[in-house]
Nanobody
Framework: QVQLLESGGGLVQAGGSLRLSCAAS????????IGWFRQAPGREREFVAA????????NYADSVKGRFTISRDNARNTVDLQMNSLKPEDTAVYFC???????????????WGQGTQVTVSA
């Protein structure tokens, strides 16, 4: 069982930046692909970005390409999501998730965090 804990959410003006962090309690964290999903009010949860266990592969949703960067530090059991040039439509609860590889993670997650709120004001 991998427990994931997100941090770093908050309120920011459009054009600003935030850095989200996902910390895992399990030392086998480095065996998993880790990703970020988000859910806005009244909308379904959607994929944002994912990174393979070795960091060799990363995927992004088209809506965040060029603005968001995912990275990981397996020594610290953390995955970060650097979000730049934020837009009001990025407002959502952001969830950290894990699965064995990136393609599987994009379809479904084996483990989820509790989420962190990101609000971007116009």
């Amino acid at each position: 069982q991998v427990q994931l804990l997100e941090s770093g959410g908050g309120l920011v003006q459009a054009g600003g930046s935030l850095r989200l962090s996902c910390a895992a309690s399990e030392r086998t964290f480095s065996n998993y692909a880790i990703g970020w999903f988000r859910q806005a009010p009244g909308r379904e949860r959607e994929f944002v970005a994912a990174i393979s266990w070795s960091a060799a592969i990363s995927n992004y949703a088209d809506s965040v390409k060029g603005r968001f960067t995912i990275s990981r530090d397996n020594a610290r059991n953390t995955v970060d999501l650097q979000m730049n040039s934020l837009k009001p439509e990025d407002t959502a609860v952001y969830f950290c998730a894990a699965n064995y590889n990136v393609p599987s993670l994009r379809n479904a997650a084996r483990y989820w965090g509790q989420g962190t709120q990101v609000t971007v004001s116009a």
